[in-house]
């Protein structure tokens, strides 16, 4: 059964903190993304990677970054954290050439910056 | 103006009841996702379509590229269909999503 797991479940942080998400898959997919999901906006993507140590940035990268050490793994990283950063992170995953084929999602973190 | 306008918002029917979502898009795509999403988080792919129509159990979607058009039915509905349902289309390779609508179905 195909798995894309997601480090933590639910994480509360202080403003200011640094935090790291991990994503990790075994399906050998050379794509990983990462999404933000809210209340009214939808999902939206924070960065993406097609590779190892290659990344490119979403829709929305400001005050996040990213590292793709190995092919399994893609990480999340809030250098500094903030309020407006409370939010559903997913990450997911697919073969090279685009999410055209199926994608396959982890169950979500929930982020709760105080 | 999304680029993916996804209706209705909100959807409540009883159980037994014919579903139907749609889901305009305004540009050219490669292929259209619909996913689902159940309370929790966790979101599953249940079609990728390019054209025409596709049907697994009691769930059918459909594509019209030239209208910018997808509808996703679901048959006989059950309360364990409840969830919120995401139209999501390929644009250079990456996901621009719709904002779901959110399904109750009552016993």
């Known amino acids: 059964d195909v798995k894309v797991t997601q480090s933590s479940r639910y994480l509360v942080k202080r403003t200011g903190e640094k935090v790291f998400l991990e994503c990790v898959q075994d399906m050998d997919h050379e794509n990983m993304f990462w999404y933000r999901q809210d209340p009214g906006l939808g999902l939206r993507l924070i960065y993406f990677?097609?590779?190892?140590?290659?990344?490119e940035k979403g829709d929305i990268p400001e005050g996040y970054s990213v590292s793709r050490e190995k092919k399994e793994r893609f990480s999340l990283i809030l250098e500094s954290a903030s309020t407006n950063q409370t939010s559903m992170y997913l990450c997911?995953?697919?073969?090279?050439?685009?999410?055209?084929?199926?994608?396959?999602f982890g169950e979500g973190s929930w982020l709760t910056v105080v | 103006k999304n680029e993916v306008e996804q209706s209705p918002q909100n959807l409540t029917a009883q159980e037994g009841e014919f579903i139907t979502i749609n889901c305009s898009y305004s540009?050219?795509?490669?292929?259209l996702h619909w996913l689902q999403q159940h309370p929790g988080g966790g979101i599953v792919s249940l079609f990728m379509l390019s054209s025409g129509k596709k049907k697994h159990g009691r769930l059918i979607a459909t594509i019209n590229i030239q209208e910018k058009h997808s509808s996703l039915h679901i048959t006989a509905s059950h309360p364990r269909d409840s969830a919120v349902y995401i139209c999501a289309v390929v644009l250079s390779q990456k996901l621009v999503f719709g904002q779901g609508t959110r399904l109750t179905i009552n016993p």
């Open positions: 997911a995953s697919s073969f090279l050439g685009g999410p055209v084929g199926t994608i396959y």
């Open positions: 990677s097609y590779d190892v140590k290659m990344k």
């Open positions: 540009v050219g795509i490669s292929a």
